[in-house]
């Protein structure tokens, strides 16, 4: 059975726009995936470990040398909007009435 | 007519070492196929023939020395549009960074550029390599050079098309789940993915971190081993790359698949492969045992799920990796009235509708009260796929089957469906969970005169066993791989 989905809660954990018509296919074939995916519920795994990263190793450290690095002016190019070599954003927070 | 463009980089290396041509020549060779086939293939999205030949006649003046030559110097070589490039654009396939200008290179091309690579261009590809048929490029779909009604696969087509139309010498991808191999079986040229491992990704923008590998576009073998030689090892940038010597990839590729171990994955010629897909590759099954390899049937029990469990991983590193295009720092911004609102409006802009797709389905398989049942369990089967791969390799040395259940699909057939689209990478997704090394060989035409390539899997770093078994199967069966497009130029 396809898989019932809040569209827009799951659109707000993301931070997406969509559209009205977005939300109604996204629906339809976000259910139907669903569906197929959760075929991996059909292997019994329950003492199976999970594997985030086919690498074995962990842990990889390497002294903590200096090195140059991209200027300060290379890391603005970039930028949408900048003021004073720091990115500009629209307010993040309510003014106080 | 055959161009220099059209030879191997293997045979361009010597022509160039011993003073047959120049590396402007070969230059100028690549760039004219660009100009008389693109505007038909449409494999890139930014083409550099300023860089190419200013750096072709610095080699060039370097040659004249007598100076020793890297094998890599002077090949005309394209980029997927996803590795950076220090001061050339790199889009991803995407309008959320249509003017962005990284000021780094990736290790890939470092390596490479050092050892005087000369770049022709940034491919197109699926929009943040998410996709099977380059359809979901923001600028446009790549034309398959063996019929241009045709897709050349994805996500790396434009680095796969500009390999076999001869408009470079050998192109970079990335495989994620299939995006070398697959469209390098559509386009009739060698795609390898090596080990996880092997290659260092940093600059290669994200996709899947637990997935995403660099590959290559080759018209031999030969080249696939002397690229991955070049490029591989490790990089303290990449504290996933590999610690062990790379080794050499050359020493054995000669030696013939006599007394090799070769598993032929059983379940793989079944329901949703095309016939002359399955007959092409058995066919090559039965040459590799007249070479004197020693072939048997094999199971990897869990690879029914594999499909399953990548569809649940790759969206959902895919979700967190995009978090990052936010409007802030690079890449398209979209005004609101306030950050978030900005935040909302940029993504909703910026990106396509795979990506939207993907960023959903991740976002939802991770959010509370579905992540056990979803990223949770498709993290255990990713162990099984594991566990399949090392019973079966206890006893061969290969693995063998399609690459692609089909040949080369017409632009737009499977647009709408994303499940059947997803279905073309059943059979390379497991090589990704797994971490191991596959190369995909051209091994024939189908009725429609479509390349078909045969997929070969190996354990984890032993890619030389992949070039030696490759290398027996191209030259036994010797093909003329030149697509129709070229007989006019």
Redesign the interface.
């Known amino acids: 059975m396809p898989v019932e989905i809040d569209i827009d809660h799951v659109a707000l954990l993301a931070r997406l726009d969509l559209t009205d018509e977005e939300r109604a296919r996204l629906k339809t074939q976000l259910g139907a995936i669903l569906e197929h995916a959760a075929k991996v519920g059909e292997v019994a795994a329950a003492d199976v470990a999970p594997t985030a990263s086919p690498n074995p190793s962990v842990n990889v450290f390497r002294e903590d040398t200096p090195e140059p690095s991209i200027t300060h002016d290379a890391a603005m190019l970039n930028a949408p909007a900048q003021a004073g070599g720091r990115f500009m954003v629209p307010k993040i927070a309510e003014t106080g009435s | 007519m055959t161009e220099l463009c059209d030879r191997t980089g293997s045979a361009l290396s010597t022509g160039l070492a011993a003073g047959e041509f120049t590396a402007i020549e070969l230059a100028e060779s690549s760039l004219a196929r660009v100009e008389a086939v693109d505007d038909r293939v449409e494999a890139f999205l930014t083409k550099t023939p300023q860089v190419a030949l200013e750096r072709a006649a610095e080699l060039d003046t370097y040659l004249s020395t007598g100076a020793p030559k890297p094998e890599v110097a002077g090949i005309p070589i394209a980029l997927k549009d996803v590795l950076t490039t220090n001061g050339i654009r790199t889009t991803c396939g995407s309008r959320i960074l249509e ?3 990284p ?2 290179d990736c290790t890939a091309w470092t390596r490479l550029s050092g050892a005087g690579s000369v770049l022709i261009g940034k491919t197109n590809c699926d929009e943040f390599a998410m996709g099977s048929s380059n359809e979901n490029s923001a600028y446009g779909p790549v034309h398959n050079p063996w019929d241009l009604d045709t897709v050349p696969g994805g996500s790396s087509g434009g680095s796969a098309a500009a390999v076999a139309a001869g408009e470079v010498v050998w192109a970079l991808g990335t495989d994620t789940g299939g995006s070398v191999r697959q469209p390098a079986a559509l386009t009739g040229v060698v795609g390898l993915k090596p080990t ?2 092997r290659i260092s990704r940093y600059g290669l923008i994200a996709f899947a971190s ?1 997935l995403d590998t660099v590959g290559t576009f080759t018209r031999s073998v030969r080249d696939a081993a002397i690229l991955l030689g070049a490029l591989a090892g490790r990089d ?1 940038r990449d ?2 790359s590999v ?1 062990d010597e790379p080794g050499d990839f050359l020493a054995r590729i000669d030696r013939g698949v006599k007394g090799l171990r070769i598993g032929v994955i059983a379940d793989a010629f079944g329901a949703g492969v095309q016939p002359d897909v399955a007959a092409s590759v058995r066919v090559a099954i039965e040459r590799l045992a007249a070479l004197g390899a020693e072939v048997t049937e094999v199971d990897l029990p ?1 690879a ?2 594999a ?3 990548y ?2 991983i790759a969206p959902s590193e895919a ?1 967190s990796n995009l ?1 990052r295009y ?8 979209v ?11 940029t ?3 910026g ?1 396509g ?1 795979e990506v ?2 993907r ?3 991740g ?3 991770l ?1 509370a009260g579905y992540y056990e ?2 990223y ?9 796929v ?1 566990q399949d791969y090392a019973a079966a390799f206890a006893g061969v040395d290969i693995l063998v089957s399609p690459t692609s259940p089909t040949t080369a699909f017409r632009i737009g057939e499977k647009a709408d469906d ?2 059947a689209m ?1 279905l073309n990478d059943i059979f390379t997704i497991p090589a990704n ?4 090394p596959a190369i995909s060989v051209p091994c024939g035409l189908d009725a429609g005169g479509l390349p078909i390539g045969l997929q070969l899997t190996a354990p ?1 770093l032993d890619e030389a066993t992949l070039f030696r078994t490759a290398a027996a199967i191209e030259s036994d069966l010797g093909l003329d791989l030149r697509p129709p497009l070229l007989a006019g130029v």
């Open positions: 003017t962005y200008v000021p780094y996880y491992w637990s303290h504290a996933t610690a869990h029914e799920y499909l399953s469990a569809y649940l979700s978090a936010d409007g802030v720092r690079y890449g398209l911004r005004d609101g009235d306030d950050s978030i609102a900005m935040m909302f409006a993504r909703g802009a990106f509708p939207k797709r960023i959903m389905l976002t939802y398989a959010s049942a979803y949770g369990q498709a993290q255990k089967v990713r162990t099984l594991i994303p499940m997803y969970l797994a971490g191991v984890a």
